[in-house]
């Protein structure tokens, strides 16, 4: 993966969006946005660990926020991702939803199968048309 020579600066294959969640027409992994959203508020990997607590309380690891923004780990859990977004005035769907997961609201085991899939075509729908307008 080709990563920008810094923040801000254009790479010919890596050319970062007003909105920070696109690379060229492929969307950004979450590590990217984590990354781009720290260099963009000004931060080091010392300092945004140090804002990040784990559920224990004590702040994440600057060499796991590190893998993390190499797409070397995993998304970070919801909960930590929540604080990440918190902290870089990111979107916290937008960060589950490439993280393969679903914000706490929706994790309700109650939804009927039918309900599930009229909610993903719908959603699927609306990113369609979206995509589209933004053509």
């Known amino acids: 993966m080709t990563r920008p020579p810094a923040c801000g600066m254009a790479h010919p294959s890596f050319t970062l969006q007003d909105d920070g969640y696109t690379r060229g027409t492929k969307a950004m992994t979450v590590g ?14 010392k300092e945004l660990a140090a804002r990040v607590l784990k559920e224990d309380g004590t702040p994440i690891s600057l060499s796991y926020l590190n893998d993390v923004e190499h797409d070397r780990r995993p998304a970070p859990a919801p909960h930590l991702l ?19 997961d ?9 939804y009927t199968p039918e309900a599930v899939e009229a909610a993903f075509q719908a959603f ?12």
């Open 82 to 100: 929540k604080q990440l977004a918190d902290a870089l005035n990111l979107s916290y769907d937008y960060l589950l939803f490439l993280a393969g």
């Open 102 to 110: 679903l914000p706490e609201d929706l994790r309700d085991d109650t």
């Open 32 to 45: 990217d946005i984590i990354s781009t959203g720290r260099k963009r508020a000004g931060l080091t990997l």
């Open 124 to 135: 699927r729908t609306t990113l369609k048309q979206q995509s589209n307008a933004a053509d």
